[in-house]
């Protein structure tokens, strides 16, 4: 079904569900890495920080999955596996904002932005574009660069790397059009159809097109145009558009932010729109408009919901071609639609041949809910059950696999419930299984009928089944169902009746699947030796060979860099050998060298190409590619022969003249009269007040026939019709003359506006000229403001925290004629909003004539002991009166609050074994000292010098003697100091005597007799006072001073003897040692 201009699908603002797809994937590791920064007033549009599961799949511009791509979410990075499926269980995005980016070499940057659920799972889909280069460009030459439907680059050959420094060299162009009319759009395109205007505000879209475009060095670099440059671009508009703008907003997608920016418009020329741009990245051709917001529940005829069901949405707005997604577990979708306009929705089904059900609904005018019946005369039946892992718990993180008709679809479970109703026509067969994601286990296959039963049982799935490797390959058997089916026995890709999951070798190539893991991971799947997104192992043809053109240098022998062709074509994973013919590549016979020279009459007959052989090194196999060669079209002087042809005076078949013998390739006029002039426009300043300026275009030497050129105004910093007057003309500098003028009129307005710019392009349309035919020509006009404006100032203060209200002036330096109208908002610094003061945006009025005016900000008075603290007032000059377009004033809030900080303090420590020194942690008396003030810094000193001058601070981890005494700084948030005291007491560890003994008479002869441990503490504490001892069973217990035994009466528990452990402990320290007691029980007595 074809897409024309597409409506915003997946909304951001208000949207609770999100667009779900069709796959889902065991998740891969992810990691944690930096989110960009969002413009603090914009990002208020996507709510709080919430946590959302994420599924999805990558694909290429043919559909197929695309393996090892990287996956952004938030701070959460994946990778895609072999089937382009990606997992993400927790990530942390926006509640109605979440980005996702996908990455891989030899595409361009794909994401999707929409509002995440945080109940359901959110199902992406993104394709991503191949990154083609359409055309190769020289810096400092202008060339353009264009599509067979129209779309088009002017580039003026200026560049600039990613660090900013100016690139010369070869420059890759790669061009796309995203045409509303591609199906595939909404899965291409970049983001949502969300946007910040020019305003700062909000808005959806409805777009006529976008274009990428990408500059790259021969190395692969990122280029962007340089500071100052710009390029006009042009796309058509969509064959079935109606009534398209005159002009339209143009924007550029920020891979950063995740959304749309407003820059700049287009003008529709004919049936193209065509704009000016000062960087590529993606531009939008777009229209914003009012909108209400629709939420749809699709329900079969007995009432039940239309899980991930796929639904379009359409209107006249929109060309009768609008939104489509798929309803979510509940069956709902919802998202923006056109204010008052009747909506067509359709219900497509690929299980039912025929016209899809379609009814209308609306117009609407306010926000609204509606809940539509599916009717038709289908079938539905719903798949019930529940699926448990290997406990027989409900699975919490999975997926049902369903396959039907050659379609595959994901139902994710979260509670172990499985509940999907399903349309269909006929009677179908079906597979699926089930796949514990969180213990990595699947339930056996089930297979059966849709055969219009209502409710097809399917009783409980029990992932008791880990992911089995059958053959030993390294490729888990159900990721070797290749086609999705739920079915090993039908997936050979080398139909050689093995099927994959049973094949050593997969591809049939002669490389068992195992040893196809070149790097060394464990993982056949993520090799793809020649990069043409099929894994290595199963491709029978792992080799990256290629066919290209070379241009060589010199003449006569013209010579060709081999080992550059293959560093600019080839890669490190094979080895390359040049053959002259294709005979000697097959056999491997008489390898060339490098530098390969080749005659001129060899280059116009025999030798017109050399072939390639590409060889794996790791896998040996080999291929064949065709080097086509060429030789210079190098004109030094223009006369139209090359310099080889009048150098030799050999023809070179691909140029428009013969030669006549040779000649001189420095001079034009030999043999034949060539263009010599060169046409140029030059920049040009003019004054506000001139009322018209002239721009002179001009040729270097006279020409000998008419110079035609057409010459118009576009795009830049001035606006059209307020700053100059929009000018088309078409000047003739006739034969024998140097110039032509071309004159625009300047527009006075009263406006502060400073230095602004406005574009001249010239298209030659006849002349004898050296510029390349049907060159465009640039040149800035910048125009000079000649308004005085007036400067606003606000001004810093310092205000007490109970005063209530913070009145900050703003003053001007002059008196303006008109009223000065300035937007006010307060932001950071160190005082936290609704904490310390009321944060606020206001408009301030200074009428014309007065100077001054103030705003109000009411200011917080807590109890808490927290220092002076700042916040900012950001005023932005909102008239255009104004000369300085923002001020900024500080405003100190005085804490009125004191604390009273403890000048004295004790703490207290056990020696340490065979040492007078006792080990504290310091920082244990920070709370005291602190005495309820968090916002102190405290520090210990061994001197009330160092103390005082805040040096020489104590470690953390201090030893100290008895009576020492540590001197402690206690400094506020303002700077103010305390020092105050603390003394150490150090008390001595009592000794623990050893080899201590009890025995007692075994009485009736078994071994166990009742001991009195008590009587041995005399000896214990050897007359050492101010002791506690106790008794433990273990040494653990005498440690932690806990399960202690009864020391007047024991009986041992192990025959014959036993050994009990004592701890003596200081009564008023707490500082103990421990010991041991042999129980003996005497059998002789």
């Known amino acids: 079904m074809k897409k024309s201009l597409v409506f915003l699908c997946c909304m951001l603002l208000l949207c609770t569900f999100s667009c779900e797809n069709d796959d889902n994937v065991v998740p891969q590791q992810v990691a ?251 531009w939008n051709y777009d229209y914003p408009y009012p909108s209400v917001y629709l939420c749809i529940k699709l329900i079969d005829e007995a009432g039940r919901p239309l899980s991930y069901t796929e639904l379009d949405v359409y209107s006249s707005l929109l060309n009768n071609t609008g939104t489509y997604g798929f309803t979510n577990a509940a069956g709902e979708e919802c998202g923006l639609v056109p204010e008052g306009e009747e909506l067509t929705i359709t219900v497509p089904n690929p299980l039912c041949p025929g016209e899809p059900f379609t009814t209308t609904i609306g117009p609407f005018t306010t926000d609204t809910d509606v809940v539509i019946t599916v009717t038709g005369g289908q079938n539905t039946s719903t798949l019930s059950g529940t699926f448990v892992n290997c406990n027989g718990d409900n699975v919490t993180d999975g997926y049902i696999q369903l396959f039907i008709d050659g379609n595959s679809e994901i139902i994710p479970v979260t509670d172990g419930t499985i509940n999907y109703t399903i349309s269909y026509c006929d009677d179908i067969d079906y597979s699926l299984k089930g796949v514990d994601v969180t213990s990595n286990q699947i339930t056996s296959i089930i297979t059966g009928t849709l055969d219009g039963t209502e409710t097809i049982d399917l009783g409980t799935l029990s992932s008791c089944t880990g992911f089995e490797d059958t053959d030993g390959d390294g490729v888990f058997d159900t990721f070797e169902d290749v086609n999705g089916d739920n079915d090993l026995d039908n997936d050979d890709t080398d139909d050689d009746g093995v099927p994959n999951y049973q094949d050593a070798d997969d591809d049939g190539d002669g490389i068992n699947t195992a040893d196809e893991d070149y790097d060394g991971d464990n993982d056949p799947t993520n090799e793809d030796s020649d990069g043409d997104g099929t894994p290595d192992y199963l491709d029978a043809e792992d ?165 035609v050129v057409g010459v118009s105004t576009s795009g830049g910093t001035a606006v059209e019709n307020l700053d100059y007057t929009a000018t088309t003309q078409t000047l003739t500098i006739p034969a024998g003359q140097l110039s032509a003028s071309f004159t625009v009129p300047i527009v006075d307005d009263s406006d502060v506006e400073q230095t602004e710019s406005f574009n001249i392009v010239g298209t030659i349309a006849s002349g004898n000229l050296l510029n390349p035919p049907g060159q465009n020509l640039f040149a800035t006009v910048t125009i000079n403001d000649d308004d005085v404006g007036t400067i606003f100032t606000l001004q810093d203060i310092n205000i007490t925290e109970d005063n209530g209200t913070a009145n900050v002036p703003v003053t001007l330096n002059n008196p303006s004629g008109v009223d000065t109208v300035i937007s006010i908002s307060t932001s950071g610094g160190t005082a936290s909003e609704s904490l310390d003061y009321t944060a606020s945006v206001q408009t301030l009025t200074i009428p014309a004539g007065q100077l001054s005016g103030s705003v109000s900000i009411a200011i917080i008075d807590d109890a808490q002991v927290e220092g002076n603290e700042t916040f900012f007032v950001t005023g932005n000059a909102f008239s255009n009166n104004l000369s300085n377009q923002q001020s900024q004033a500080v405003v100190t809030i005085l804490d009125n609050d004191t604390a009273n900080y403890p000048t004295t303090g004790t703490i207290e420590g056990c020696a340490n074994p065979n040492s007078d020194f006792a080990t504290f942690d310091l920082t244990s008396m920070n709370t005291y000292y602190a005495a309820g003030d968090f916002s102190v810094i405290i520090s210990y000193h061994s001197t009330a010098a160092d103390a005082q001058n805040g040096i020489n601070a104590l470690p953390i981890i201090y030893q100290a003697l008895n009576g020492d005494t540590i001197f402690v700084r206690i400094e506020s948030s303002g700077g103010t100091f305390q020092v105050s005291t603390l003394q150490c007491n150090v008390f001595d560890i009592p000794i623990a005597p050893g080899n201590l003994t009890i025995t007692e008479c075994d009485g009736n002869a078994d071994g166990f007799a009742v001991f009195s441990p008590s009587q041995l503490e005399p000896d214990i504490t050897q007359a050492q006072t101010g002791l506690i001892v106790t008794y433990y069973l273990t040494q653990s217990n005498a440690d932690s001073g806990t399960n202690a035994i009864n020391g007047n009466s024991y009986t041992n528990t192990i025959s014959g003897s036993e050994t009990i452990f004592y701890r003596v402990e200081g009564a008023n320290s707490g500082c103990f040692s421990t010991g041991t007691i042999d129980l003996i029980v005497d059998s002789g007595c």
């Not at 081999?562 to 590549?585: P, W």
């Not at 390739?665 to 046409?679: G, I, S, W």
Request: with cysteine; aromatic share 8%.
């Open 543 to 707: 080799v990256a060979v290629f066919s290209v053109e070379a241009l060589g240098v010199g003449c006569d022998p013209v010579e060709f860099d081999l080992d550059a062709i293959v560093a600019e074509n080839g890669n490190d994973l094979h080895t390359y050998a040049f053959y002259l013919t294709e005979a000697d590549a097959l056999a491997e016979n008489g390898p060339l060298s490098s530098p390969f020279g080749v005659s001129i009459a060899d280059l116009n007959s025999n030798t017109q190409q050399i072939y390639v052989v590409a060889t794996n090194n790791n896998s040996g196999q080999t291929a064949i590619g065709t080097v086509f060669l060429y030789w210079s079209f190098v004109d030094s002087d223009g006369d139209g022969l090359t310099d080889c042809e009048e150098l030799t005076g050999i023809d070179n078949p691909s140029t428009a003249l013969v030669p006549n013998g040779t000649s001189d390739p420095n001079d034009p006029n030999d043999p034949n009269l060539q263009p010599v002039a060169t046409l140029s426009i030059d920049d040009v300043s003019v004054d506000e007040n001139a009322g018209s300026v002239t721009i002179p275009v001009t040729l270097d030497v006279p020409s000998d026939v008419d110079t």
């Open 32 to 282: 944690e890495e930096e989110q960009p920064v969002i413009p603090i007033n914009f990002e208020e549009n996507f709510g709080t920080s919430v946590n959302a599961r994420f599924l999805g799949r990558i694909v290429d511009e043919e559909n197929n999955p695309i393996q090892g791509a990287t996956i952004r979410i938030g701070t959460t990075v994946t990778t895609t596996d072999l089937f382009g499926m990606f997992s993400a269980s927790s990530s942390e995005v926006f509640e109605k904002f979440a980005y996702i980016t996908a990455e891989k070499a030899g595409y361009m940057k794909g994401s999707r932005a929409l509002a995440p659920s945080i109940t359901e799972v959110n199902r992406i889909e993104i394709m991503l574009l191949n990154e083609d280069i359409i055309a190769t460009v020289t810096s400092g030459e202008t060339a353009m660069v264009n599509l067979s439907n129209g779309t088009e680059v002017a580039l003026n050959g200026n560049y600039t790397r990613q660090d900013g420094s100016p690139y010369t060299g070869q420059v890759d162009v790669v061009l796309k059009h995203l045409s509303p009319e591609d199906e595939n759009m909404a899965a291409m395109m970049p983001g949502m159809l969300f946007a910040q205007d020019g305003s700062g505000d909000a808005v959806t879209l409805e777009t006529y097109g976008m274009l990428a475009v990408e500059l790259m060095s021969s190395t692969g670099e990122l280029l962007q145009l340089s500071d100052g440059s710009t390029s006009q671009i042009t796309m058509p508009v969509p064959a079935n558009s109606v009534n398209p703008p005159a002009t339209i907003p143009l924007w550029h997608f920020d891979e950063e932010l995740g959304y749309w920016v407003e820059e700049g418009e287009a003008t529709l020329q004919g049936n193209m729109y065509v704009g000016e741009v000062s960087h590529f990245s993606f």
